[in-house]
């Protein structure tokens, strides 16, 4: 039996439904989502990533206008994609820390937390 994936389109990033409908268990009153979509999208990078390097332990540095203009398309701002990370990190779906080899360096590294995420 084949798996169906429903998709949505805003611009010309795609959206899993699997990624919002996740995304919406976890979002509450106290604690909502500042963009379902823009989360969603960031949410399928950071997992297809993550499944494409098959490593857990890796960190990624990328800074917000990296995944702002080349992963989203410049489909949403840099403040929407700022609160949209730091949201998803709040949830536990990834985590960042600043460059341990290089403390001048301000740019994050990033890791994702499958476990939690599944």
């Known amino acids: 039996m084949a798996t169906v ?3 949505h389109k805003i ?3 795609v959206i899993r ?3 919002l409908n996740r995304l919406r268990l976890v979002e509450s009153i106290n604690n909502p989502c500042p963009d379902l979509h823009c989360c969603a999208a960031i949410l399928y990078y950071w997992v ?5 390097i098959d490593d ?3 960190w990624i540095q990328v800074t917000i206008d ?3 203009e080349h992963i989203l398309l ?9 609160n949209c990370m730091k949201w998803l990190e709040f949830i536990g779906f990834i985590t960042s820390r600043n460059n341990p080899d290089y403390k001048h360096d301000r740019t ?3 890791s994702v937390n499958m476990n939690k995420i599944n």
Not at 48 to 52: E, G, P, V
């Open 17 to 19: 439904n699997e990624y």
């Open 11 to 13: 611009g010309d990033v």
């Open 66 to 68: 990296d995944i702002k």
């Open 48 to 52: 297809a990533l993550s499944t494409q």
């Open 5 to 7: 994936i429903k998709l």
């Open 74 to 82: 410049d489909t949403w701002g840099r403040n929407k994609v700022t």
């Open 56 to 58: 857990e332990s890796l």
């Open 108 to 110: 994050l590294q990033y």
